[in-house]
């Protein structure tokens, strides 16, 4: 797990600041996903070495977080974050540190983590640094926090949520006294950005267990100061591999409001579509797909309203074939594919343009995606013919 390119970079830069005089670890995530044989991406590096000493050690560097320690490095294998030991200083808006103190001590740098598993640095040799029993709450599955919880969550109010997405994402508890420091500060989330909130939330629901995540995530009391109905019952078996699924079923258990919800959180356009899509798809399944939906939507959506109607014990028919099965079979897959435009309905019909151009071509469209017309512009010129052009 620590050969890939990400690790193995992260080490040639830790040897360029040993050979330096300085002390450099691996920290964070990484070590964690380590810990758990877990593939890790983001391998970043932590070290006694002050921002402008770490300038000088490296040819090209990219200042993009100076101001609290961080600095790109680039070498050959590729880019690497290098932030200097530091400690906090107050955060008055609970988001983020209004200062930030460079230190010389790897401990005091650890110290203000956010939970003990994620409070272990690793050294180039493979040895770990482990002051607050990260590694044993790792063995026994538990999310704790670093030092006096309160603290930790009157820092930075994200956190909470983080705890709980973690509980879901790698199946762990939280310790109590941690569960109960988010229950007792759990209004402060207000302080935080919605787009904070919703990037914890898009790795929520690609957890393992989303269903015991979303029941802390109620018993926290965070719930309750987050938009929407969150409604962990109905995510008993609930899993998937794609974030844009889980804000779909997330939608369909708002109800009529779900849009205003979901833009609450700052959803893109492309992913409110693709809401919408699914959502279309689960009704229209009430009365029976054709191949009009077939056309329409995309296997992945389709696929999403199925699960859907699966997850809730929806009574309808479902496809007796794949999703994927059923498109190949379709005459035509786009609208692009059809052998007549505007312009062959004009010059055929002999009249001005206008709104009855796009209505005709929707009734070819319909007409050969149900096998009741082929594709072929003098039958559909016959078609045309028999039923508009010369109608009496």
Known sequence: MQNNKEW????????????????????????????????????????NALPEEVKLVFQRTV???IQHGTVLVIVPAGPVEVTTYRTDGEYT???????????????????????TMNAIAMRRDGTFVDFYGGRQDIDLRIIRAVGDAQKRFAEDALRMLRAIRFSAQLDFTIAEDTLIAIQNRAA???????????????K???????????????????ADYLPGSFQADRWYEFQTVDKHVGWAY???LQGANWQEIL??????????????????????????????????????????????????????RLPSEPIYVLQDKLPIRQKQ????????LLKWSGKKGGPWVKEVLEDILEAIIHNELANDQQQIKNWLDHNYFHET
Do not use: C
């Open 63 to 65: 200042d993009i977080g």
């Open 93 to 115: 808006d609970h988001r983020r540190p209004d200062k930030v103190q460079f230190v010389r001590s790897l401990q005091d740098d650890l110290q203000r983590r956010d939970f």
């Open 337 to 344: 594919d059809m052998v007549v435009n505007g312009a062959n």
């Open 188 to 202: 402060d989330i207000a302080f935080i950005a919605k787009e904070r909130i919703k990037a914890e939330l898009d």
């Open 250 to 252: 997330f939608a369909l």
């Open 204 to 222: 929520l629901w690609l957890g393992t267990t989303v269903f015991r995540g979303l029941q802390k995530l109620e018993e926290s009391g965070l």
């Open 8 to 47: 193995q970079t992260a080490y040639s830069v830790i040897e360029q600041l040993e050979q330096a005089g300085f002390e450099a670890v691996i920290v964070g995530g990484a070590v964690r996903d380590a810990l758990l044989n877990r593939p890790a991406h983001d391998v970043d590096v932590a070290t």
């Open 263 to 316: 833009r609450d959180y700052r959803i893109s356009n492309k992913e409110m579509a693709f809401v919408k899509s699914v959502l279309t798809a689960y009704e229209a399944l009430k009365s029976g797909w054709t191949n009009t939906h077939y056309f329409t939507y995309k296997e992945q959506e389709l696929e999403a309203a199925i699960y859907f109607a699966k997850l809730l014990q929806f009574d309808v």
